[in-house]
């Protein structure tokens, strides 16, 4: 089993940053790829950015140019910044780590953007 923690979501303004953190612990295995995906109301949960252990990243194109995610595969940490945010930004984040045929997911942060 794995568990997800996450941190860092909130209020911000239109135009600032945010920084999301997810720690995972429990039976990690390699190869695995963490990130995190988003939901906003209404809406599908989307992609927003993958990182795998070797450090392959994959971006959404609603953020790529504006967002980083990187990890710290010693801790199993995976972290999201996001520049530049739109009130269109305004969801619920949750962490992922995909390994062995297996996706795990955290309760998820909510990120709300105002205008």
């Known amino acids: 089993q794995v568990q997800l923690e996450e941190s860092g979501g909130g209020l911000v303004q239109a135009g600032g940053s945010l920084r999301l953190s997810c720690a995972a612990s429990?039976?990690?295995?390699?190869?695995?790829?963490m990130g995190w995906y988003r939901q906003a109301p209404g809406k599908q949960r989307e992609l927003v950015a993958t990182?795998?252990?070797?450090?392959?990243?994959n971006y959404a194109d609603s953020v790529r140019g504006r967002s980083t995610i990187f990890r710290d595969s010693a801790r199993n940490t995976v972290l999201l910044q996001i520049n530049s945010l739109k009130p269109e930004d305004t969801a619920v984040y949750y962490c992922?780590?995909?390994?062995?045929?297996?996706?795990?997911w955290g309760q998820g942060t909510q990120v709300t953007v105002s205008s």
């Open positions: 992922t780590v995909a390994q062995l045929d297996n996706n795990y």
């Open positions: 429990g039976s990690i295995f390699r190869p695995n790829v």
């Open positions: 990182i795998t252990n070797r450090g392959l990243t």
